[in-house]
């Protein structure tokens, strides 16, 4: 089993910037890919980013150039730098990490609102 606690969510207006953290623990052994995921109310769950390794990254066409993904494997952790904040971002975000074997565990979430 994996878990992933996410935090560093709130509220920033328009233009801001945060950083979301995903700590994982337990079996991490065999994670081959890192990520978040958002959803905003009445919508389906979206890839945001997601990371493989260094140079290894993707990203939803409507962050690029504003959200950046990192790991740092002697922390377990994963980060995500979000600039240039658009009220369009508003949603929970959510950590994931993909197993090897096929299986994906989740974060419990964590609230980004974008307003003024």
């Known amino acids: 089993q994996v878990q992933l606690v996410e935090s560093g969510g709130g509220l920033v207006q328009p233009g801001g910037s945060l950083r979301l953290s995903c700590v994982a623990s337990?079996?991490?052994?065999?994670?081959?890919?890192k990520g978040w995921y958002r959803q905003a109310p009445g919508k389906q769950r979206e890839l945001v980013a997601t990371?493989?390794?260094?140079?290894?990254?993707n990203y939803a066409d409507s962050v690029k150039g504003r959200f950046t993904i990192s790991s740092d494997n002697a922390k377990n952790t994963v980060y995500l730098q979000m600039n240039s904040l658009k009220p369009e971002d508003t949603a929970v975000y959510y950590c994931?990490?993909?197993?090897?074997?096929?299986?994906?565990?989740w974060g419990q979430g964590t609230q980004v609102t974008v307003s003024s």
């Open positions: 994931n990490a993909h197993h090897a074997l096929g299986r994906d565990f």
């Open positions: 337990g079996t991490i052994f065999g994670i081959v890919s």
């Open positions: 990371f493989r390794g260094a140079g290894n990254t």
